[in-house]
């Protein structure tokens, strides 16, 4: 059997090694009923994604995936559903995400990213064992059509639309109502950004996700109580990973 990154036998590996590595999240996800789709479909959706990532660097486990896939999957329904999807990288995950929106019944996929990789900065983190990370200028670039081809080829295009530019500069002209986002912007400053336009926005009963729960700053930010009552004159969400998980859940 062929061996090459397009073959069957690297295609099935990489499903035995989903099954064995990520084997409750891939359960969970088959076993969950959505109304929006078979477990059919949910096999091929397991498949494609797969396939995405043995074609594009991903930035991200499939297990964390098929978690925000089956949040928006559990909101759609017969108007769709609108995700937001905050650093898109080399665009695996866009493709996947974009996947999920057309599987959940339509609607939009908004994908917010520089396209110029990580802005010009001077955040020093700590991961949760204590090792120092920098994210240097221009790191995880995805150019804009370079991204728009891998969603072309493996994803659904219809449901994207793009937000080039700093977050800072494209999220303040966002109106639009979102039942899931997620984030995976890697610094403090950025996380910041995405919360003050994203969080007044969610519906009642959306989900964030932030794929930077490994960072204490991180963590930090997200349970301090002050930061919430100050920010959005709320109390702190039910936030789930919270020191455990490199994928957090806001519940909103």
Not at 60 to 71: C, D, F, G, M, N
Not at 76 to 100: F, H, I, M, P, Y
Not at 101 to 108: E, L, Q, S
Request: hydrophobic share 40%; with cysteine.
């Amino acid at each position: 059997m062929k061996r090459g990154p397009d073959s069957l036998y690297r295609k099935f590996e990489s499903i035995r090694f989903l099954a064995i590595r990520d084997r409750p999240m891939l359960s969970r996800f088959l076993q969950t009923t959505h109304p929006s789709i078979s477990i059919l479909e949910k096999l091929r959706l397991v498949w494609a994604f797969v396939h995405i990532t043995n074609q594009v660097r991903a930035y991200h486990s499939q297990a964390e995936l098929l978690e925000v896939t089956s949040a928006i999957l559990e909101r759609g329904g017969r108007n769709g559903v609108t995700v937001v999807e905050a650093g898109a990288g080399k665009g695996a995950s866009t493709a996947k995400l974009s996947l999920a929106v057309r599987a959940a019944g339509g609607g939009v996929l908004h994908v917010f990213d520089s396209f110029r990789g990580i802005p010009c900065n001077n955040e020093i983190h700590h991961d949760m064992n204590g090792r120092t990370i920098r994210f240097r200028k221009g790191a995880f670039t995805g150019r804009l059509r370079s991204v728009q081809r891998t969603v072309e080829k493996y994803g659904a295009p219809e449901v994207c639309c793009y937000h080039r530019g700093w977050f800072e500069d494209t999220m303040p002209k966002f109106e639009a109502s979102v039942d899931v986002a997620l984030f995976d912007v890697d610094l403090l400053s950025s996380t910041r950004t995405c919360l003050r336009y994203i969080y007044p926005r969610m519906v009642k009963g959306g989900m964030i996700f932030s794929q930077d729960g490994h960072l204490r700053s991180i963590i930090k930010l997200l349970e301090e109580r002050a930061y919430w009552w100050d920010q959005f004159g709320v109390p702190s969400p039910r936030i789930d990973g919270l020191g455990e998980d490199k994928l957090l859940r806001v519940f909103c």
